[in-house]
């Protein structure tokens, strides 16, 4: 059974910690994205990951880091930099060709405490 | 700058009704042009997409229309149902690129 999951659904940071959300995909799919999701803002580009071992800021990437060690996984690290992290998460994944279907997972929903 | 203008930013919507959002897009790069829906606490799926060389593409209820001149393109909705109450995002992409660009999204209310 294809698809993308991501865990946990909900999280919840304490100021000044960083936490790191976690996207797994097992459609064989080169590329893979993070986006936030704030109300009436759309999907927002915060990295994107071509292949295995390299990855591209996109439009809002201050405060968020990521790594691309495996195909399959694309985590994603919410900094004690990012002041406004409180957002829905995410993650999606799409073959190579750039015309093709994102595929989207469940999403992360992180709460500051 | 945003690329892909989507309208209206909510919609509601009677029961056996039609629902029509629309987007415009500037780059005339852009060939590929999907709709995604999503539901409360959901990813957004594909719902139907398609590409310049054809003005229409029809599944089921739901409907594309795409103006490649006016550059625009929009979801139509048929017989509105309370199951169809989502949000909807219009995206655009070109060959070559892998990000598409997202319109801000359409909160459709469909009331029984």
């Known amino acids: 059974d294809g698809g993308i999951t991501q865990s946990p659904k909900y999280l919840f940071r304490k100021e000044g910690q960083n936490v790191t959300l976690s996207c797994e995909q097992n459609?064989?799919?080169?590329?893979m994205y993070w986006y936030r999701q704030d109300p009436g803002q759309g999907l927002r580009l915060i990295y994107y990951?071509?292949?295995?071992?390299?990855?591209q800021k996109g439009d809002i990437a201050e405060g968020y880091s990521v790594s691309r060690e495996k195909k399959e996984s694309f985590p994603l690290t919410v900094t004690s930099a990012q002041k406004n992290p409180t957002a829905f998460y995410l993650c999606?994944?799409?073959?190579?060709?750039?015309?093709?279907?994102?595929?989207f997972g469940p999403g992360t929903r992180l709460l500051v405490l | 700058q945003q690329q892909v203008k989507q309208s209206p930013q909510s919609l509601i919507v009677q029961k056996g009704g039609i629902s029509i959002i629309n987007c415009a897009y500037e780059?005339?790069?852009?060939?590929?042009f999907p709709w995604y829906q999503q539901f409360p606490g959901k990813g957004p799926a594909l719902l139907i997409a398609?590409?310049?060389?054809?003005s229409e593409k029809k599944e089921g209820r739901f409907t594309i229309s795409f103006n490649k001149s006016a550059k625009q393109f929009s979801l139509h909705i048929m017989d509105s149902q309370p199951g169809d109450s989502a949000t909807y995002f219009c995206?655009?992409?070109?060959?070559?690129?892998?990000?598409?660009?997202f319109g801000r999204g359409t909160s459709l209310i469909v009331h029984p």
């Open positions: 999606a994944s799409s073959t190579q060709t750039g015309q093709e279907t994102q595929y």
């Open positions: 459609l064989n799919h080169d590329a």
């Open positions: 990951s071509q292949i295995v071992n390299d990855f």
């Open positions: 780059n005339t790069a852009f060939d590929y």
């Open positions: 398609i590409r310049p060389d054809v």
């Open positions: 995206a655009a992409s070109k060959g070559g690129s892998y990000i598409p660009t």
